[in-house]
């Protein structure tokens, strides 16, 4: 082959690939009437999902489960974080827009205030020693488990384009990569039975995904 030639023709392919890309994507999102993607909502709806599994095999109250994974993150409904008056964590604003809420909807304060003590200790990615109540742990595991595994994973990709735009397949990798000290820094700290079987395997999940995409990407046995 010619030298230069292979450079020339990748040139040619990725540039004009990329303006018709650009034309079709900017096509598509002015036609949209919802979203592309919430990624606060899907994230919060997978929570719950563990949550109940989690509580269901301990001695949690699911209730106090449901509704503390339900509004964990109530006050930063956006993907980079709501703006928050200085001295004010994003727990301590969840837990205080979820008591407004509960108590306009009639739950009794015992109840509101259970909730808003899981809400409130449910920040950090890492644990020293399980969080009390079991409900506080629960949510917890929950809320950091969505982020290890496939889930985690395909809302990585997903997410991901809006702050890193064009990514190619080798990109997704290296982002997926990326994912994997915080992935096994939350697995480690996960203290319940329950909880610690779901992590092993969906941190096995995002281990076997690196795995099967290096050897299809660089033709690996």
Known sequence: ????????????????????????WSQFLSDLEVVPYNYRGDHVAEAVDVAKQLAQETSADLDIVVMATWLHDCANPNTAGTPLPTGITHCEACASKAREFL??????APTVKRVCDAIRKHGGYALEKPLEPIEAQILWEADKLTKVGLTSVIRQIINGVRYEPNPSMKGILQRVHKLMPLCRKIAASVMTEPGKRMATKRLRNNEDFITRLEKELYFLE
């Open 1 to 24: 082959m010619k030298p230069g030639l292979e450079d020339k023709m990748r040139e040619l392919v990725m540039g004009e690939s990329a303006s018709a890309a650009l034309e079709e």
């Open 103 to 108: 108590v306009g909807e009639g739950v009794d």
